[in-house]
């Protein structure tokens, strides 16, 4: 585990640099960056528009690295997100988890795909 939080404090490190060297602070207030993750999520998202979900597994090299690059900025702006809030990431993810599990039993889950809320009062 502790590999995975220094290499997510690396990547946070660079972006508060790439931020810091373009005086852009001001412009990245929460509202903006949750923001700009959806904006980000939305260009995710067109690239799957109007394929079939057989062709989302099987994208062209052009179509891989415009997916590539849209992810990494919903990421970029998540760890920017989480730099300006002081958010530990892999503590949230892991709290989260905690969470999910709970949320998604194994015997009740398995292979199904309903809302958590049809699970309540099953468990
Ligand atoms: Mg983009």
């Known amino acids: 585990m502790p590999d995975k939080n220094i290499l997510v404090q690396s990547i946070k490190n660079k972006i508060k640099k790439f931020v810091k060297d373009r ?11 949750s923001m700009s993750i959806a ?4 260009e995710l998202m067109e690239i799957f528009q109007w394929i079939t979900e057989e062709q989302s597994f099987k994208l062209n090299k052009k179509q891989r690295l415009e997916l590539e690059d849209e992810v990494a900025d919903i990421a970029v702006y998540l760890l920017n997100l989480c730099n300006v809030l002081d958010i530990d990431l892999s503590a949230a993810i892991s709290r989260k988890m905690i969470k999910n599990k709970k949320k998604y039993p194994v015997n009740l889950a398995k292979g199904k ?4 809320t049809f699970y309540e009062g099953k468990k």
């Open 113 to 116: 795909m309903h809302k958590y």
């Open 39 to 42: 904006i980000e999520a939305a």
């Open 23 to 33: 005086d852009w602070e001001q412009y990245h207030s929460p509202k903006n960056l």
